[in-house]
Structures are given as C-alpha cells and as structure tokens.
C-alpha cells in the first residue's frame, strides 16, 4: 500500500537532489528520508532511484514513476484546499510567476496585504520573464502584454500604456523627436524577448514600424529605465515603471503624434484543472489593490 509519505520523500529528492536535502525540507531526519524512499520502491516493486555518493540518479521506472506521484500529490493538496474552501477558509500552496520588473515595482504591498487577509495560504512567487507552460506547476502566472501559450485561461488585471521617454539631459544633447521618422535617427533603449524587438505605433488608423538604432537591448524594463534616466537613449516603456519619475520631473514623456502599441496587465491560469478559490480570491485582491483605472495611470 503506497503512503502519502513516502510518495512526497520521493518527490522531494528528486526535486532536491539529494537525501539529505529531501530531508531538511520536509524536515525529518536523513535516515527517515531515506527509509521512506526505500519503502516506496519496496511497494512499487522496482527501483526508482540510483544512489551513489555524488549524485541520485532516477532509473527509467523513477522518470515514469515521477509525474503520477506528483499527480496524486497535487490532486490530495487541491482536494484537502477545496474541502476547507467549501468552509469558507482559503488554505495552502498557492504558486505564482511574476515578470521582473511589474514584481519588484508593484507587487510586493499588493500580495502582502493578501497574505495578512489569508494568513493560511503558503505563497510562492517567482519572479521570471521567461514564457512558461501549463506543465510547469504553477497555480497562476502574472504576464505583461504577451498571451501565454495553449492551456491557460486569461484574466485581465489592469490596462497598460507603453509611452516614449527620457531624460532632459539626453533631450537638450539630442533634440526632441516630434515624429516617427524622426524618431529613427536617435539612439534606442529596446525591450527584447525572443528576439521581438520592434516599436510599434498607430498613426491615423494605421500601423507604423520604427527601428531605430538600439543602443542597448535588454529584456528588464528596469535597466532601460535606469539608462534613460543617465541620459543613455530613449525608451518605450510601461507606465507602471516610469510614472513616478515622469511626476518628479527626471523623465519626460515623448509626443510624436503616434500612440505606442498598448498592452494588457493579466492574470492566467491553467484550463485543464479546476480552477482553486485562491487564484480567484488573488485576481480579486491584485484589481482592487492597482485600482480602475491603475494608479499608475492616474494623474496628481
């Protein structure tokens, strides 16, 4: 008979790499680890794990073995969350990823007071701009403008202007661009990701394309940020990483009789599971947290 135990040992040194990790993480001693390991393949009748005294290495029955035992875990945490959802309580793993920059500029007093209103749930947050899949185990994803890819459900959060922007010192050195062709003689500061680095903006009903020449690329909308506050180029930035200085007078925005392409802040959630009260109650919260609209994007 197969233990929950032993499935989550098993589960954990994998994920771990090692014993005696499994064990501080789940809090036990080395040799209970173990043993429960041990236990599991007694059960399963094979061995799931090679043990050498540098690495553990899964057998082809540990890699099949692997993701129906995350599976039952998943499902026996997702069935005990749901039971004490029906009670009115919101309680246990809640795991999330977050772009860099939205997370580090925003996202911190928004999940704080979550956590204060829900002090049962166990949150995880991730902060990557890298496009991840249903299959990677998160419980919902935070993404700036780009839809993820088949298999999950988008939720909108909050609207996002991308605008032009720089420092007076660039501005006084250089000129002030009034229009897109004006626009590709000076120095850029590009926002890249999978090689998508085009500045797009709509003029009287049409799409205009402006490459101009990049003086850096970088896929963090805060070390672009910083390198036009430095006087380094012009940027097209989110809203939400530059109202505060646009305020304070340390960036101006651009007016070049086009408006950039805009984005969408939104929340996303796989669509081949329930979908838990926690995700829900977090969408919730982030809406009413930014406010309608953000306040990023209210003047004064």
Not at 135 to 151: V, Y
Not at 256 to 267: D, N, V
Request: charged letters at 25%; glycine letters at 8%; a positive charge.
């Amino acid at each position: 008979m197969l233990k929950l135990d032993a499935l989550l040992a098993f589960v954990t040194t994998v994920e771990a790499g090692s014993i005696s990790e499994a064990g501080r993480r789940l809090q036990i001693s080395k040799s209970i680890a173990s043993e429960r390991v041990a236990e599991l393949e007694r059960n399963v009748g094979a061995t799931l794990i090679r043990r050498s005294t540098r690495k553990l290495v899964l057998t082809e029955d540990g890699v099949a073995f692997l993701e129906r035992a995350k599976r039952i875990l998943r499902e026996v945490t997702e069935a005990t969350a749901e039971v004490s959802e029906r009670r009115g309580e919101l309680v246990g793993p809640l795991r999330i990823s977050v772009p860099v920059s939205f997370g580090v500029l925003h996202l911190g007093p928004a999940l704080n007071s979550f956590l204060e209103a829900n002090p049962r749930i166990e949150l995880s947050v991730e902060l990557d701009d890298r496009f991840v899949g249903a299959t990677d185990g998160f419980d919902a994803i935070l993404r700036h403008s780009t839809l993820p890819e088949d298999g999950w459900i988008a939720r909108r959060i909050a609207p996002s202007r991308r605008i032009l922007v720089a420092s007076p010192h660039y501005l006084k050195a250089n000129g002030t661009p009034r229009t897109t062709v004006e626009l590709e003689g000076h120095r850029a500061l590009i926002y890249s990701i999978r090689g998508a680095s085009d500045w797009r903006f709509r003029q009287n009903g049409r799409w205009t394309v402006v490459r101009p020449v990049a003086a850096m690329r970088t896929n963090n909308g805060i070390v672009l940020r910083d390198a036009a506050l430095h006087g380094v180029g012009i940027a097209l930035l989110a809203t939400f990483i530059v109202y505060d200085l646009l305020k304070a007078g340390e960036l101006r925005a651009l007016n070049i009789g086009a408006e950039a392409e805009p984005a969408t802040i939104f929340a996303a959630y796989p669509n081949d599971r329930r979908v838990s009260a926690k995700v829900l109650a977090l969408i919730a919260h982030l809406r009413a947290t930014f406010g309608t609209p953000p306040y990023w994007e209210q003047d004064g």
